[in-house]
């Protein structure tokens, strides 16, 4: 497929498993509730979302967090504030090994403590089944760091962004990028603007894997206009005939949308203005506040709106904040959460009017597998109340979808528009997934489009091979000029977060974020002999011996003493009236360490050394100091090697020459420059090799390099 930048290829052998990108599906995997997918590339682990399963209680509505180490994971994101993406953040946060960081827009995390408060409040457990405490959720808040629309974060090589997703106030789709490889999250999503939000928006830039949602499968939604008058007419129908309307609801989301709505039309019918509408929820006020805040992250409708008025201050709604401030006297309409009939308010207004056929249950967004709102979509003649006992449910029984979730044809467009080459569907139940799958192979088949869809369960891994190529990029100095073919490089190689660059170690600070250290190292060496003769078999080895009083300040005190310097590199100090050994300092590198060798080696067979008896025995009646005699003794040695070696040679004692002869080749040394003269190249380059095999073995190593 033209345009994709890489594409997985599992017929490459796979020399490093971390070249596998896995992702795992903790929860909502072929099933809607406890959305929870973990990524692991690279050594890097990032955990996605963390929901509870509204259908289940305690323990069992958590993700399969134990397929999976908390202590691994680097950061985790939450896409937002719905509990079947966000109720299990404080267990994992606060009642696990989890030290990672955590992720969520400011809106979401605005809302996050208080409708995971009254979550905690309306479940119907007792406290030794509740997953955590308030507190939990207190201390999990204060952890919790917000982010923008459009901000990158880079996280230790991981690199993520969030982007509008539509759905709720806040909700984000994350893009994330590690070593190269991008992998967009969708989370819950909506393509189609509303009465208050915008539609989720495209990452630019190519994906190499698509996680998206499948909640509605191949199902397409009713047109917007054409559902709204169905939902009101409906709405007015059932208070007509003297029954009370009952819409379990989210608490936040679908509910503030459903209000713009009502309020509208009951502004647009006066006759309706007896029978009152009422939004029964203890959060209410509280993120009513939350959404005026972030009103600029609606749309361009609700600003222009908010610009003249309040639109969230409606005239026709009234909040009830407990059943116990409602008179149940005629016809009304209510808005009560939880919005799939699992327990709190709404429960019970369902169990009270479900008796009498005036009254109307209209179930306004999806509702997961075995909760009691989805039995109630198939209309059974009676359900089970929360104390046990039977209740006929006679009233009418409407569904119409505001979810704002994707449909088949807003999902696929989105799909085409991303253009990746690997797609794994996920929050959707098993049948809805596989006609997805089935109807985007059927339509990629024709097109003969590569794309791969993935249809993983609950604990399935799916594994992707990216065979990523290496490149590194010169900078600072080294990128200062052009380089030629061949021409061989020299640098530090610095690898941070998956990124390889090549540079000068000048430049480490300020490019490579290294801060460079002298590290001057130290080792103390038992010798019983005098100084002047360590410096003589120093000279012998090294050449020049600088030779200087110990200053104050050098960790001697006010002691005296002597210090010896070789190759301008290694100090060699010793005291007078001190302990007998000589202290070696240097600075450590390679080279220096490697001088230290030689040194230490030197001063260990001092004590040993033949020469250092007769060097310490009385003074001969002549001098050595002669430099003319040290030139002989050297010219007599070089003529030596080379008779070895070429037979009979001539000496010119008065120049310093010595003549060298063989198969009727010729060649003069200059025993002082150490340099050949011949008209045979062949010969002067034989004769030459020889010459600096002499040098090295009589020349002091100073002399040499």
Known sequence: MAGIKRKADMEIPITDENDILKVTCLGGGQEVGRSSILLEYKGKTILLDAGIHPAYNGLASLPFFDEMDPASIDILLVTHFHVDHAASVPYIMERTTFK?????????????????????????????????????????????EAIDYHQQVEVEGIKFTGYNAGHVLGAAMFLIEIAGVKILYTGDYSREEDRHLMAAEKPDGTVDVLITESTYGVQSHEPRLAKETRFTSLIHDIVGRGGRCLMPVFALGRAQELLLILDEYWEAHPELDSIPIYYASSL??????????????MNA??????????????????????????????????????????????????????????????????????????????????????????????????????SAHVDFTQNSQFIDDVKAPHVILVHGEANAMYRLKSALQSKYSEREENITIYTPKNCDTVRLHFRGEKMAKT???????????????????????????????????ELGGLITTVITQRQVVPFNAGIGLLKWHLEMMFGTVMETELAQGDGAGNQQGTVLRVFDT??????????????????????????ADSVLAVILSVDSSPASVKASSQPCSHSHDSPKQDLNTEFMDIAVFLEAQFGTVDLNENENKISVSMDGANATVDTLKFAVDSDNEAFKKRVSDVLERIKMAIKPISEIY
């Open 301 to 402: 409708r609700i600003r222009k709106q908010f610009a003249i008025s309040n639109p969230f201050v409606f005239k026709h709604i009234s909040n009830l904040k407990n059943v116990e401030q409602f008179e149940d006297s005629g016809p009304c309409v209510m808005m009560a959460s939880p919005g799939m009939l699992q327990n709190g308010l709404s429960r019970e207004l369902f169990e009270r009017w479900a008796p009498d056929k005036k009254n109307g249950l209209v179930i306004t967004g999806y509702c997961v597998e075995n909760t009691l709102a989805r039995q109630a979509m198939n209309e059974p003649s009676d359900f089970q109340a929360m104390d046990g006992r039977k209740v006929p449910l006679k009233m009418s029984v409407d569904y119409i979808s505001f």
């Open 475 to 509: 900078i600072g100095r080294l990128a200062a000029k052009y380089p030629t073919e061949n021409q061989p490089l020299d640098g530090v190689l610095v690898v941070k977060d998956f990124q390889l660059n090549i540079m000068s170690p000048e430049d480490l600070n």
């Open 100 to 144: 990672g960081r955590v992720f969520m827009t400011h809106p979401t995390k605005a809302i996050y403590k208080w409708l995971l408060s009254d979550y905690l409040r309306v479940s119907n457990i007792g406290d030794e089944d509740q997953l955590y405490s308030e507190e939990d959720l207190l201390n999990s808040f204060q952890r919790i």
């Open 570 to 595: 290694i100090d060699i100090k010793k005291l007078v009236s001190g302990p007998n050994q000589v202290t070696l300092e240097w600075i450590g590198n390679a080279m220096n360490d490697m001088v």
């Open 284 to 297: 209410a006020k509280r993120c009513m506040a939350v959404y005026q805040t972030y009103i600029n992250m």
